[in-house]
């Protein structure tokens, strides 16, 4: 599986967007990047992926570059309750594969 | 949808005992769920893939004796964790996806505390 590097720690104000990039430089051309998000002492929470297209939903879009090398999750208005720590994985999309979690972002929303 | 529970959400045992927790997929079925470790500070690392009604795969490192996983129908996977030690006070936390589907959901964890 591809490996990911992700910043240690950011700092976001609340109501302002969260731009958290992602470093896949060795990803391959049917693996998908995940997002997903951990709050303090809970289970992690699925919050985006995509192939190469940029993806929006309900929670975040997620713009892919077009070599697929790097990608940023945006959170459009941060809140509060969006500090967590943030994985960025990379895999194939496919039934019954495993998740390779990193170290992940910490995102701190601030009043 | 999609909607993963665990039980219990926090254990108390005493060293030597032996604890189960189960994982379960409330709104849909799947034939293969996983389950992860994690300490304090640290990032969830996978131990074993749970498949329903055969054995489960286990993660270099991690021992199938001791921590029992049965996969016994297509909505509950069990994690048992034998003979315990304080090392293996951890927060363990499943996931699984939809058949047909890709993406993964994951339970809200349990902390396990050995005496």
């Known amino acids: 599986d591809a490996k990911t590097t992700q910043p240690t720690s950011m700092d976001c104000a609340e109501g302002r967007a969260a731009n958290l990039p992602c470093n896949h430089s060795?990803?391959?051309?049917?693996?998908?990047v995940y997002w997903y998000r951990q709050i303090h002492s809970q289970g992690p929470q699925y919050i985006i992926h995509?192939?190469?297209n940029n993806e929006t939903n309900e929670m975040a879009s997620l713009i892919i570059t077009e070599d697929r090398k790097s990608s940023t999750l945006i959170l459009p208005h941060a809140t509060l309750r969006d500090t967590a720590v943030y994985y960025c994985i990379v895999g194939l999309m496919e039934y019954g594969n495993k998740l390779v979690f990193g170290a992940g972002t910490i995102l701190r929303v601030k009043s | 949808g999609a909607v993963v529970s665990q039980h219990p959400s926090r254990v108390i045992c005493k060293s030597g005992t032996s604890v189960k927790i189960e994982c379960r997929s409330l709104d849909f079925q799947a034939t293969t769920m996983f389950w992860y470790r994690q300490f304090p500070k640290q990032s969830l690392m996978l131990m074993a893939t749970s498949n329903e009604g055969s054995k489960a795969t286990y993660e270099q490192g991690v021992e199938k004796d001791k921590f029992l996983i049965n996969h016994a129908s297509l909505t509950l996977s069990t994690l048992t964790v034998t003979s315990a030690h304080p090392e293996d006070s951890s927060f363990y936390i499943c996931?699984?996806?939809?058949?047909?589907?890709?993406?993964?959901?994951f339970g809200p964890g349990t902390r396990l505390l050995v005496l």
């Open positions: 060795t990803i391959s051309g049917n693996e998908y």
């Open positions: 996931s699984a996806a939809r058949v047909s589907r890709e993406t993964q959901y």
């Open positions: 995509g192939l190469k």
